[in-house]
């Protein structure tokens, strides 16, 4: 078997990677869009669709797979695929902890820890392929199987990526297209994208426990008197106090109703799954405290990467006073109804980076204390000046980081590293 990999890009780390893979024995093209003709083609889930070297793979004529699909065609344990505008890290890494309390050998795969190939070809049948799945993977899904598949939500995110919501949307719900009943779907009824598919899903037979803050649905996971419980065999079991958990916000309620509920799928025991909800930490990047400087907390909630993850953010801190940083580069998503959330909720808002100027336009004429700054850094400057004691000034950014770094994981260190600086931590 042969193997041509081709990358438009031609810099210094792409030049390492390529190396690496040359000395494997792999036909590597740099600087290049032109395919090779091939019997398979793997597309890697950050090209867009009509990216010059996909227009051409796909005038090839043959099969073109996600990593995610060639992934699980490699497999032989079960995959739980958690998929999701928002929630889905949080949620991935919850399910994860929750299968290991329960005695599980499960890993994280996909969009998070180590890429879902690794972990398919190492991970024997007594595991769990907990899996982080995009909707750039999911387009280009054939066979891809899980045993339990869960949605979150569906709000406007990549619409300059799919071209529409609705074409958005659809490649979400590939996540159930080869579910069978036996299987189990995880569908968050209360999010309004995500709802209609919890009917369509059981239709086929397969099993739907609906997850809800908002009603009780039967042989579902819900809230009960602030109690987070599963509805199995016409009966509550009870699970924690929502008070118990470690992350926060109602957004977080959800996600570990969730995850719950997909562990339970997979045969997860209830002590287990309480254990593990209360022992679960936040995890970098999401609403992660970032240090306190003067009396104010700073919180790093970088993957917040669209509107809608910015409005779940908010409810995390109750009445507190927040000034929220907005900025980077946006994904073609109107920003005028995260305007209009936010100048009801927050003291201040500062602008900062690529999209600053759309952002500014979008909160015209609203009540709220509005400042624009070059950078990240400068943007925390602007903030510290608008923040009272016991405020929190909250990096919840709406957009994707690419303006100014490489990805959000960089931004948010980069503003853990300015907070630390101001503090004193970093000297």
């Known amino acids: 078997m042969s193997v041509t990999v081709v990358d438009s890009a031609s810099d210094a780390l792409v030049a390492e990677r390529a190396a690496v893979l040359t000395a494997r024995g792999a036909d590597v093209r740099l600087g290049s869009t032109e395919v090779v003709p091939a019997d398979l083609v793997v597309a890697s889930p950050g090209i867009r669709p009509s990216a010059p070297v996909m227009t051409a793979a796909r005038e090839l004529g043959v099969p073109m797979i996600s990593e995610i699909e060639l992934a699980y065609r490699v497999s032989v344990a079960p995959w739980i695929a958690i998929t999701g505008t928002n929630g889905k890290t949080t949620t991935t890494a919850l399910v994860t902890h929750l299968l290991r309390e329960a005695g599980f050998a499960a890993e994280a795969a996909g969009n998070i820890g180590p890429p879902s190939i690794g972990v398919a070809t190492d991970l024997g049948t007594a595991g769990v392929i907990v899996a982080e799945v995009s909707s750039f993977q999911l387009m280009l899904v054939d066979r891809f199987h899980p045993r339990v598949s869960v949605l979150l939500n569906i709000t ?131 609403l992660e405290p970032a240090g306190t400087v003067d009396g104010v907390e700073y919180f790093n909630d970088s993957k917040a990467t669209n509107p809608d993850a910015v409005i779940k953010a908010l409810t995390a801190f109750g009445d507190r006073g927040i000034v929220l940083l907005l900025g980077g580069r946006n994904k073609g998503v109107a920003m005028r109804p995260l305007a209009e959330t936010v100048s009801e909720r927050c003291g201040a808002v500062v602008l900062f980076g690529e999209a600053a100027s759309e952002f500014e336009a979008a909160f015209a004429g609203l009540p709220i204390p509005t400042r624009t700054a070059r950078d990240l850094a400068g943007a925390v400057g602007v903030a510290r000046s608008f923040a009272h004691e016991g405020d929190a000034v909250v990096l919840s950014p709406g957009c994707t980081s690419f303006d100014e770094f490489g990805g959000y994981e960089e931004r948010g260190r980069r503003f853990k590293a300015i907070v630390a600086s101001l503090s004193g931590a970093g000297e």
Request: charged residues 25%.
């Open 156 to 286: 406007p995110d990549h619409i300059d990526y799919h071209g529409s919501l609705e074409a958005y949307a659809s490649d979400k719900a590939r996540v159930f297209a080869r579910q069978l009943p036996g299987d189990t779907a995880v569908i968050d009824i209360d999010d309004e994208g995500s709802r209609p598919h919890a009917d369509l899903v059981e239709a086929r037979g397969i099993r739907v426990v609906r997850v809800s803050r908002q009603s009780t649905p039967a042989g579902g996971a819900y809230v009960r008197d602030s109690v987070l419980v599963l509805h199995e065999d016409g009966a509550e079991v009870a699970l924690v106090p929502a008070s118990e958990l470690r992350i926060r916000g109602d957004h977080n309620v959800s996600n570990a109703l969730a995850g719950a509920a997909a562990a339970r799928a997979m045969g997860a025991g209830i002590e287990a799954l309480r254990e593990g909800l209360r022992s679960f930490e936040p995890i970098e990047h999401r």
